[in-house]
């Protein structure tokens, strides 16, 4: 009898809890045998080993049992990533490899019929799991780099499973991959000076950035509310090595590139009809959604009353926790979705209420039912609210832009660098750390209680006020917010205002 341990790791969300894959050679009817909880592609990989071992040059024990225990046994197995590891097992069964050569290794890869090896989604997190182990990692060339960027592990490319012997009998050694970066863009290539007037709304957009406030553009078609939208990234700050890496470990489990935007901003623009599991992820096999593909960057919902109500509301507690926690009968999975809301809808169904060019065609009832669509618990926790007004055709055909996002980023960074001593930006700094950071005199504080309760905010909504409020502060170079920037954060509660109006465009006429 012979026995045979290779060590593998399992892909659980942005988990890779390791795996013991056991293979048993034993006198008895031929045949190979697969237990350990495996689902369809795992159960399959029995023919792509026999295969690829064959067409390798390979032994494969014809006469023998083979039994393959995938532990822990109540751990679930999906995909093609045990192929690899499994033909080991029976290489070092077989006595073809000895055992002492997979010592401190850990190895993972889908095989094809003729021995390559395919890549494999959520390369990422294997390799910070085997880094945490201390064991070297050894997977397919096409997922070298990106397992390279954990730090400090030793990552061993191979193209095909004769490159895997080889070098495990020392007649190949298989050299270390070294990551090779790319360069960063200079600068980003949709440019805040490109932006004609929307003086407001582009004011609106460096408060959202410096604050990490969300934001909500309200406005006739073609006025301008995408394009502002696409430039949030560009006057962001640029991402830390953490937040690069966290970023894209989930893009790792998506199966989605890398390198090519490392450093960036995510931005996510999900279409109207997407689907509450695919906006904040889910399924029987929970996977991350939109919301966590848009961690630590942009999330911008166009036609945003166009979208699901329910879908909407599955979003609440991800703004307000910065996580969305998905539970299923058998298991819970916890995904990242730091992420900043950017929407944009038109004012009523045909988008002309209140549009000086055109008249609105609504009736009140109709405006009611769209503006409707959006619950007031979702808007309470949108901070800027900005109307963005159609445009004059002088200020249209104006050759001269507004300042360009390299100028407003300087502004950005610099407000930031003042929130650090608060430990957290404004839209998620603590009630108390707030109220102490704001320090509103008695008679500041009757003020603004009376104007919330004329315009019949909540107290999420006051919260929001004084956030946007002490953001506008950090831009001015100020220690606490003054009268005239708590009158210029309730300005941008607009929809708020505006919400449950039932005047047309002919009756605001």
Known sequence: MALAIVTTRAGVGLEAPEVLVEVH?????????????????????????????????????????ITVNLAPADLPKEGGRFDLPIALGILVASEQIPVSALEGLECLGELALDGRLRPINGALPVALAAQAAGRRLLLPAANANEAALA???????????????????GRESIAPHRLAMPALPEGPSEDLADVRGQHQARRALEVAAAGGHNLLFAGPPGTGKTML?????GILPPLSHDEAREVAAIRSVCGLGLLERWGERPFRSPHHTASGVALVGGGSKPRPGEISLAHHGVLFLD????????????????????????????????????????????????????????????TPAQVQRYQSRLSGPLLDRIDLQVEVPALPADQLTSPAGGESSATVRERVLAARRRQQGRGALNARLPGRELETACALSQAERAWLADVLTRLKLSARAYHRVL???????????????????????????QLDRLRGTSMTGREIA
């Open 229 to 233: 939208a696409s430039r949030l990234p």
């Open 25 to 65: 050679l034993s006198n008895g009817l031929p045949g190979l045998t697969l237990v350990g909880l495996p689902e369809t592609a795992v159960r399959e990989s029995r023919e792509r080993v026999r295969s690829a071992l064959l067409n390798a040059g390979f032994d494969f024990p014809t006469t023998r049992r």
């Open 151 to 169: 730090e400090g592990l030793q990552v061993l490319p191979v193209e095909h499973l004769g490159q895997v012997v080889a070098h495990l009998l």
């Open 467 to 493: 956030r946007v409020a002490l953001t506008l502060a950090d831009l001015a170079g100020e220690a606490r917010p003054s009268r005239a920037q708590l009158m210029e954060a309730i300005g941008y509660r």
């Open 303 to 362: 036609e945003l009353p166009q979208f699901d109500r329910g879908v909407l509301e599955v979003m609440r507690e991800p703004l307000e926790s910065g996580r969305i926690h998905i539970a299923r009968a058998s298991h819970q999975r916890c995904f990242p979705a730091s992420f900043q809301l950017v929407a944009a809808m038109n004012p009523c169904p045909c988008g002309h209420l209140g549009d000086p060019r055109k008249s609105c065609v609504c």
